[in-house]
């Protein structure tokens, strides 16, 4: 009897793609169109969500790649923005922003709606609207959750209360499987309100399942330079004097008379037996600053996004970081709207008075996220091109053609990577010890990095902006740097 061999599956999964190459960005989109149900989202060592085999049985087909915005399918944000809006009447495109019909600044016009909001509070007002004109039965959006282990989650609402009592912005890992699966087995319209990488992954999913085409009438952007671990959210908690083991809610964009709109405060209560229902804040501009700009506590798969304005979107919402509107504490919103049904709601909502809107040239847009642009474009142009020299393994394609950095970029890029690697490494060996004493033990430990980084800055802005001459310029290798995109 003639023995009968198995051909081996040419296919490869999350797990043994874009795990392994810490390029997860922890959405979740692999565990409910997972055809054999073996994956779920967990948290791994560092405060980031994963996707692990829970039981046996993967069939190594190709469907959770498929969906995966750090995968190396061929529908990249320009294929999939191109079949959502391509065919839009009027319908204009820029390289920097992808599709757009109209662009505008402003504000939900209800006071005290705003100011418990993110930045004008047109997200939620949008979600609201489509529950209220029936354009939609379920929202989904992030929502605060009672468990100091997972302060927010994704949660499908259906009623407008529930929409307006959903959390603000949430700088705190929050992952879709269970919504997604929810979506699947509930008939029904349902609005989306996520981060770019994160819709990017729903347009994939769509492209490969018909209930979600169906179901899934609008998604909401919501512009995003780089997400964060469990660890940010303790940090912060731990800097301010709390315990991040006894904190039930966190609140990460409390506004305030006293301060413009860019230097918003964290708070958070507790339930510490000591502090039972006390609210403690911490002015959060420098605390932030420290962390954000270094990279700490921040997900490799952020280093590989050139998606800045959530172009598979129907509409990116964004803060006003434009001189003219940042100094408003209350906050402004820029909305970039892609799709017509969208456009007629805020029209509608303009002219009723529920919003305060004006047009705003794209380039405003633009300008108001300089620094995620250089961030998603040039430095990214600068790892690519490191990761091919250094022959890394598993590197996700980009829009972005790999760019040779002048020695200082090099330096400042490489620092950024360590600090980012050693952040998680030195906070994950605190284990449950996250007072004060041992948080100065982290920043001492992360000193030395941290020193070198700002040497690195301090001579990249003399060179660079400094306007030394171009014959220095030349000496540490590359060039000029050419703008912000």
Known sequence: MKAIHKKKATYQSVLEVIVPADMCIGCGMCVPICPANVLEMRFNEYGEYIPVEVRPGCISCPICLQACPFGNQSDNEDSLAELAFGHVQGIQHCFETGYYLRSFVGYVSDEAY?????????????????????????????????????????????????????????????????????????????????????????????????????????????????????????????????????????????????????????????????????????????????????????PNACNYCDDVFAEVADVALMDAWLPEYSQCWQGHNIAIVRSPQVLGLIEMGNAKGELILDDIEIEQGINSQEGVLAKKREQLAYRLYINKGRGQGYVPKKRVEPRKPSLIDLWSVSLQEKMRILSHQKFASLGDHRDAEHINRFRAEMSRTVFLYRVVRSVRRLVFEGGLSRRIIRLVGGSPRQGGR
């Open 114 to 298: 705003r100011v418990t909001r993110s930045s004008g509070g047109l997200a939620t007002w949008l979600q609201q609207t489509y529950l209220k004109e029936g354009l939609s039965d379920f929202v989904i959006s992030v929502v605060p959750n009672d468990d100091p282990d997972q302060l927010f989650r994704f949660a499908v609402l259906d009623s407008v209360d529930q929409v307006r009592y959903s959390a603000q912005s949430a700088y705190y890992p929050v992952q879709m499987s269970d919504v997604i699966a929810e979506v699947l087995n509930t008939p029904g319209r349902y609005v989306v309100a996520g981060l770019p990488c994160f819709l990017k992954g729903l347009r994939l999913a769509m492209r490969h399942n018909a209930k979600l085409r169906k179901r899934i009438v609008c998604t909401i952007g919501l512009i995003c330079g780089q997400t964060r671990s469990k660890f940010f959210a303790e940090y912060l908690i731990a800097m301010g004097g709390g315990d991040p083991a006894h904190v039930k809610r966190l609140y990460f964009r409390h506004k305030a008379p006293a301060r413009p709109a860019i230097d918003y405060a964290l708070c958070f209560e507790t339930d510490d037996i000591c502090q039972t229902g006390s609210k403690m804040t911490i002015c959060g501009q420098d605390a932030r600053r420290e962390i954000w700009a270094r990279g700490y506590f921040m």
